[in-house]
């Protein structure tokens, strides 16, 4: 069975950078599609950006075109958000997940598994 472990979250100033991990394990990475989700307080749970099984095809939620980047290595079983430009809207709690054909629809409705989160707080 798939488990997903999220590491990098932390404290950073506006205009900062972080890089989130997502290690895979019980499973090889390569079968599934993977997303990166965001929570903020309050808020709902919402789609940031989704990545094919071989990484060919990346999905972005409009607002993070251009400051967030997703990127995998299957060999390693990881995947990666590269976040720059962080605002303190992005503050919020950051899981990975997997689920099919994410890369199609970066929804949580099509998720079938999902990590334990890591906190991201972007605050001066």
């Known amino acids: 069975q798939l488990q997903l472990v999220e590491s990098g979250g932390g404290l950073v100033q506006p205009g900062g950078s972080l890089r989130l991990s997502c290690a895979a394990s019980?499973?090889?990475?390569?079968?599934?599609?993977i997303g990166w989700f965001r929570q903020a307080p309050g808020k709902e749970r919402e789609g940031v950006s989704c990545?094919?099984?071989?990484?060919?095809?990346?999905n972005y939620v409009n607002t993070m075109k251009g400051r967030f980047t997703i990127s995998r290595d299957n060999a390693k079983n990881t995947v990666y958000l590269q976040m720059t430009s962080l605002k303190p809207e992005d503050t919020a709690i950051y899981y990975c997940?997997?689920?099919?054909?994410?890369?199609?629809?970066?929804?949580?409705?099509?998720?079938?598994?999902w990590g334990q989160g890591t906190q991201v707080t972007v605050s001066s």
């Open positions: 019980g499973s090889p990475l390569d079968y599934y599609a």
């Open positions: 990545i094919s099984p071989s990484g060919g095809t990346t």
């Open positions: 997940a997997a689920g099919p054909s994410l890369e199609s629809g970066c929804a949580t409705s099509r998720v079938t598994s």
